[in-house]
Structures are given as structure tokens and as C-alpha cells.
């Protein structure tokens, strides 16, 4: 009997350490974030600056070559605050033209933060922006986007994204290609703020971790356990 209130009496202690702080403390904030810089690069046009464009394309084929264009953002995060946990992420993009041939998938990247607009090209685009670096996969997208629609792409995916570092340095830049750019295919996403259709990043952060799968089901163990010792311990119970 002695040992099994004991028992409920730790299970009860651990239950509202590790609970507690995440219940008391988390400061959690969402922020809506729009491009501050963009642009597109395409090999079929090497010397070609698209970064004025109203919309911006992902592309695989000129005729009848496979020859890839890439698009990307850069995303200011000054407004959040250093140190922060970022709970959720996701880059919005308006489909504007879906392309007679269809893309099998997009794939989003992280990419340095070095390129600047105007004037970026394929041959003055750094080399990830070309060819994403490894490890840098933040999702992958089947299917083709649907014309007139928003696709999402969650940046917390494959768990390749080192926010904290992003979050020190204020910028992010994200790159989207085909995921499969062996196929041709091609689509094409709005750029334009006047019509509600601009990219935009969503992202939400808290200043404690959100609690891991283990030890949501470890409280889950405890609080059962507590329960089926509270019960034994009820009048009429056997001991």
C-alpha cells in the first residue's frame, strides 16, 4: 500500500514537471510573410533576368530539350524573435498557369542567402540555386499544382531545416524545381500583390519545444498508471 502511494506520488510529480512548463511558459506567435526578393533562372536563357516578372515558372523542357528553370524567395524574419522554436512553416503559391505539360512533383529547397535582384541569371545564379546542395530538401510535392488554386509546401517536412541559423542571420531563401527533372514538364506560380496572389510564408513559433511524441506518451503511461493505483486503493478494492 505504501509502496503504490508512493508510486502515484511520483507519478503525479513528473506529471506536472514536465507538463508545467510548457503550460506556464510557451509564448507562441504566428506571422504572415511576404517575399522580399524573387526571381526565376532558366538554362535555355542563361543571361536572362526574370526577377520583374508577374508570375515565375518551374520548368523542365524548351521544345524538345529538358532544360530546367528554378524559382525563388527570400523571406525577411526580423520579426521573430531569436531563439524561438518554429512549430510550423508553410510557403503558399498560387498556381496561375498549370502548363500543358504537367510536372510529377515540386521539390523546395533551402539555398544560401548570398544572390540579390535585379540581375540574377542562370550563369550569375549561385551553384544552389542551379543544384540544390545535399541535405538541403525541405518537401517534396507529388502531383501537379491545380490552376487557380494554392499549393502549400511545409518547410518542416523532412526536418532539414536549421531555422535557428536562419533565424540569427534574419533571411531565409527557399528554391523550387521540378522533383523530377529527368520529365519535362512545366508550371507556372503569381508573383503579383495586387490581386491577393503574392507568395507568402505563414509561420508560427513558440519559445519552449513543442513536447516530443516520447514523453507525450510517457505522461499518457504515468496518468494511467496513477489512475488504475488510485483505484486499487478504493474502498472495497482488493489490495
Excluded at 219 to 239: D, H, S, W, Y
Aim: charged content about 15%.
Amino acid at each position: 500500500m505504501k509502496l503504490e502511494r508512493n508510486a502515484v506520488a511520483v507519478a503525479a510529480s513528473l506529471f506536472l514537471l514536465c507538463s508545467a512548463p510548457t503550460r506556464v511558459l510557451a509564448d507562441t506567435s504566428s506571422y504572415t510573410l511576404s517575399a522580399t526578393a524573387k526571381g526565376m533562372i532558366w538554362e535555355s536563357y542563361p543571361d536572362n533576368d526574370y526577377s520583374d516578372g508577374s508570375t515565375l515558372q518551374i520548368r523542365t523542357w524548351n521544345g524538345p530539350s529538358l532544360v530546367p528553370a528554378h524559382s525563388f524567395f527570400k523571406f525577411d524574419l526580423s520579426a521573430i524573435p531569436d531563439g524561438y522554436y518554429v512549430t510550423s512553416a508553410i510557403l503558399y503559391l498560387y498556381c496561375s498557369y498549370p502548363g500543358t505539360d504537367y510536372v510529377n512533383s515540386i521539390s523546395m529547397f533551402h539555398a544560401e542567402d548570398s544572390w540579390t535582384t535585379p540581375g540574377l541569371t542562370w550563369n550569375s545564379a549561385p551553384t544552389d540555386l542551379k543544384t540544390p546542395m545535399p541535405g538541403s530538401l525541405l518537401d517534396n510535392v507529388p502531383g501537379h499544382p491545380i490552376y487557380q488554386t494554392w499549393s502549400a509546401y511545409d518547410l518542416l517536412d523532412t526536418g532539414n531545416w536549421n531555422y535557428s541559423a536562419d533565424l540569427f542571420d534574419n533571411t531565409l531563401s527557399l528554391v523550387l524545381a521540378s522533383g523530377n527533372e529527368a520529365a519535362g514538364g512545366l508550371t507556372s506560380f503569381s508573383t503579383t500583390t495586387w490581386n491577393g496572389q503574392a507568395p507568402r510564408l505563414e509561420i508560427t513559433v513558440s519559445s519552449v519545444p513543442e513536447p516530443s511524441v516520447g514523453l507525450l506518451l510517457a505522461l499518457a503511461g504515468m496518468g494511467v498508471l496513477t489512475m488504475v493505483i488510485t483505484r486499487r486503493n478504493e474502498p472495497g478494492q482488493k489490495v
